[in-house]
T-cell receptor
Framework: AQSVAQPEDQVNVAEGNPLTVKCTYS??????LFWYVQYPNRGLQFLLK??????LVKGSYGFEAEFNKSQTSFHLKKPSALVSDSALYFC????????????FGAGTRLFVKA | NAGVTQTPKFQVLKTGQSMTLQCAQD?????MYWYRQDPGMGLRLIYY???????DKGEVPNGYNVSRLNKREFSLRLESAAPSQTSVYFC?????????????FGEGSRLTVL
């Protein structure tokens, strides 16, 4: 069965500092991995995805994520955080062999302090 | 371009009442999904429809039914609401190719069951 773990409920970072939001996953086959962001009282918005190829993927708003197969991780990163990055971030996984189901982690709240 | 539209945005029910959440997408996507979001638990998949005419159970289907009315519309029905179904419900549709596309989400429907 697919599963996603986001070990941190909240991440606090100062504006201008680099940020990392952690994600580990478990699937029976090869994974397709995603990050989404949710602002208050809104639906989720797609940030980036790993399908195949280069382990470092770049997405919207300056975010990037690194796929590490041996550690089954897909951590979200940004070199310089903005106050406007404060939101709820979700990691998600889709099993290549599992068809259409996308499973989400519990979410990590990012708080960027000015 | 409206994307994914959910109605109603807010609803209060009494235990035992029934209701239907409506979802429509105008992006010509084949696959559609219903998730519920609860604090600390992320998004959990209730039901999904890989294509028009098919529906499948997700992680937490008990107490719900769905109908894929046509390619655009995918409704979620609570036959006899329970307080445990108090949640925020999100409809989503899947873009692109089968496994590699990203989900587009509606703005959510906040349901309270008293």
């Amino acid at each position: 069965a697919q599963s996603v773990a986001q070990p941190e409920d909240q991440v606090n970072v100062a504006e201008g500092n680099p940020l990392t939001v952690k994600c580990t996953y478990s699937v029976s086959g090869n994974p397709y991995l995603f990050w989404y962001v949710q602002y208050p009282n809104r639906g989720l918005q797609f940030l980036l995805k790993y399908i195949t190829g280069d382990n470092l993927v770049k997405g919207s708003y300056g975010f990037e994520a690194e796929f590490n197969k041996s550690q089954t991780s897909f951590h979200l990163k940004k070199p310089s955080a903005l106050v406007s990055d404060s939101a709820l971030y979700f990691c998600a996984v889709r099993d290549v062999a599992g068809g259409f189901k996308t499973i989400f982690g519990a979410g990590t709240r990012l708080f960027v302090k000015a | 371009n409206a994307g994914v539209t959910q109605t109603p945005k807010f609803q209060v029910l009494k235990t035992g009442q029934s209701m239907t959440l409506q979802c429509a997408q105008d992006m010509n996507h084949n696959s559609m999904y219903w998730y519920r979001q609860d604090p600390g638990m992320g998004l959990r998949l209730i039901y999904y429809s890989a294509s028009e005419g098919t529906t499948d159970k997700g992680e937490v289907p008990n107490g719900y039914n769905v109908s894929r009315l046509n390619k655009r519309e995918f409704s979620l029905r609570l036959e006899s609401a329970a307080p445990s179904q108090t949640s925020v419900y999100f409809c989503a549709s899947l873009s692109g190719q089968r496994n590699t596309g990203e989900l587009f989400f509606g703005e959510g429907s906040r349901l309270t069951v008293l």
